[in-house]
């Protein structure tokens, strides 16, 4: 009866880890993809009101098309999904020592 209690403390204990580590590479990625599409639309307005300056139009902030804001969230999406991966083998391999 204890090593079935034993075998059911370590399943369980797997799972919870398990399921702690996926949320907290689903969290970076949220974090990492809300700042870096922050970063980019900050950048597309950038781009924007140096061509508004040079028109002589007020510059303001502005979301991009839509097919250019798919392509922007895609890349940056991209880039957090590769951010987190590499964030969690880090914590994996490399856990920090507290």
Do not use: W
């Not at 700042?35 to 303001?60: C, P, W």
């Amino acid at each position: 009866m204890r090593a079935r209690s034993t075998l059911f403390s370590v399943v369980y204990c797997r799972k919870y880890f398990d399921e702690r580590l996926i949320m907290g590479r689903f969290l970076v990625t949220g974090i990492t993809f809300g700042v870096f599409m922050t970063e980019a639309l900050i950048h597309y307005n950038m781009g924007r009101a140096q061509e508004d300056s040079k028109t002589g139009k007020r510059a303001h902030f502005e979301f991009p098309p839509p097919k250019e804001l798919a392509k922007i969230a895609a890349v940056t999406g991209a880039f957090s999904v590769v951010s987190g991966v590499l964030i969690g083998s880090l914590n994996k391999y490399m856990p920090p020592k507290v």
